[in-house]
């Protein structure tokens, strides 16, 4: 077998749990404070969360079509490179590279050592940034040495995270330590200007981020046809009803008043924490900052399992070093993709400071899911004679309502966050000038 082939060995389980792993994090623990504090509507909030699982249900069909007509590793590059060419995939592939895997894996294992030292009277900025960089080695070495263990190290920290959110909503529903009117608090809903609603729905879309990461195995899963739309579906389906069901939590147990920049008033994303002290006591507020801090290790092996297998799709096509499209003769992973993205994000780690990244990041992820839910239009055009195991369910609405939506959303970012929005967009330009400077040395070419 060639040192560039992957083997097809994960299974519908552990493709899931990917999908599981990749949505469920960060953004379901920040963004519902920074939604009170924004829009001060419990109802409006509950409106936005079920608005954007929606949303991430049309992106998850639209993407299993397009996964398992094109099953193949890489994700969106794949897509993209099939529906506009070369250029728009390499810009995906160079915004996913910085922004979309290296930056948050470092972001996701500083919240972990975060979480984790915090209630032993830790915390300092080196203490979390060495235990940071620790977790990322630790979950990278075993998804170096082959499929077995990655996909066991996946499935178990996925399974830590599932038991903790829904084990905090089952004691949620019996420790009566808040209040069900809470969550019809609020401000009328007409006095929530459109422009904050709208870009309150991005924060929510940050938070659902991942719906398509099945998408990145598509070249090393069984049956990929079947496989792949049954994990896309299962695993975004499953996301947000515990989402909704996640923030029934944070309503029954925080008063909005009590979360705000004043005084008095608990931080935004301090929110998790102050739902579960109010219900069970600080003591167990100690204990669930320990175990989420351990939740946040699935995240952590998702970014650091899916990221690689676009820099080897770029790789085989001559739009990345072509090291990154080696595997390993044993394991058959991208070990050289993996160990490159994980020094990047030890470097992100300790040479920035972390600042809130969701209106940056959040622009730019959204600007690229436009492009590649549109890609199912281009290629039922372009390629009606593709085989197409699973074709989207109403076509061509469930597309529509994803674009028109995200692009009504994007629209308001560029108002209300105009310095993020044009950082954003300007890092994903950067990259036209660098895709023309190494076409030019290396010559790209299709595999």
């Not at 729905?201 to 195995?217: P, R």
């Not at 197409?388 to 994007?410: E, K, M, N, W």
């Amino acid at each position: 077998m060639s040192d560039h082939q992957l083997q097809r060995t994960f299974g519908l389980s552990t493709a899931t749990y990917v999908v599981i792993a990749s949505m469920v994090g960060t953004g379901i623990l920040i963004s519902p404070g920074f939604m009170m504090v924004s829009l001060q509507n419990y109802p409006l909030i509950f409106g936005l969360w079920i608005v954007g699982g929606l949303l991430a249900l049309c992106g998850a069909l639209c993407v299993a079509e397009l996964a398992a007509a094109l099953p193949h590793a890489g994700g969106e590059y794949v897509y993209l490179r099939e529906a506009y060419g070369p250029m728009p995939a390499f810009l995906s592939g160079w915004t996913s590279f910085f922004l979309g895997f290296a930056a948050p894996l470092a972001v996701t294992s500083h919240l972990a050592a975060e979480y984790l030292l915090t209630p032993f009277g830790l915390g300092s900025g080196y203490q979390i940034q060495a235990l940071a960089a620790v977790i990322i080695a630790a979950i990278t070495v075993p998804n170096l040495l082959g499929h077995r263990l990655s996909a066991w190290t996946q499935d178990a920290t996925t399974i830590i995270k599932l038991a903790l959110f829904v084990g905090l909503v089952v004691l949620a529903a019996v420790f009566p330590g808040g209040r069900l009117s809470h969550v019809a608090e609020g401000q009328p809903i007409g006095q929530v200007g459109l422009g904050i609603a709208a870009t309150q729905l991005f924060y929510v879309m940050f938070a659902y981020s991942g719906w398509n990461a099945a998408s990145y195995l598509a070249g090393e899963v069984r049956n990929p046809g079947r496989t792949l739309p049954r994990s896309l579906l299962l695993g975004a389906g499953s996301v947000v009803l515990l989402y909704l069901a996640v923030n029934l939590v944070f309503a029954y147990a925080v008063p909005l008043g009590a979360v705000g920049f004043g005084d008095g008033q608990v931080h935004p994303t301090q929110v998790p924490q102050l739902a579960v002290e109010n219900l069970f006591g600080s003591r167990a507020a100690n204990v669930f900052s320990v175990l989420l801090g351990l939740t946040f290790l699935a995240n952590v092996s998702a970014l650091i399992i899916t990221g690689p297998r676009v820099y080897y799709a770029m790789a085989r096509n001559g739009l990345f070093p072509s090291i990154a499209q080696r595997v390993s003769p044993q394991g058959r992973v991208p070990v050289y993709g993996m160990v490159l993205q994980s020094l990047l994000a030890v470097v992100i780690l300790f040479a920035l400071e972390f600042q809130d990244l969701y209106q940056y990041a959040s622009v730019g992820l959204s600007l690229f899911a436009m492009l590649f839910i549109a890609a199912v239009y281009v290629l039922r055009w372009r390629r009606p004679d593709m085989e197409r195991p699973f074709c989207v369910p109403g076509y061509p609405v469930v597309p529509a309502i994803f674009l028109v939506v995200t692009l009504f959303t994007a629209v308001f970012a560029f108002v209300e966050w105009p310095l993020p929005s044009v950082y954003s967009a300007g890092s994903i330009l950067v990259g036209i000038p660098v895709y023309y400077v190494w076409s030019a040395l290396f010559r790209p070419r299709q595999v």
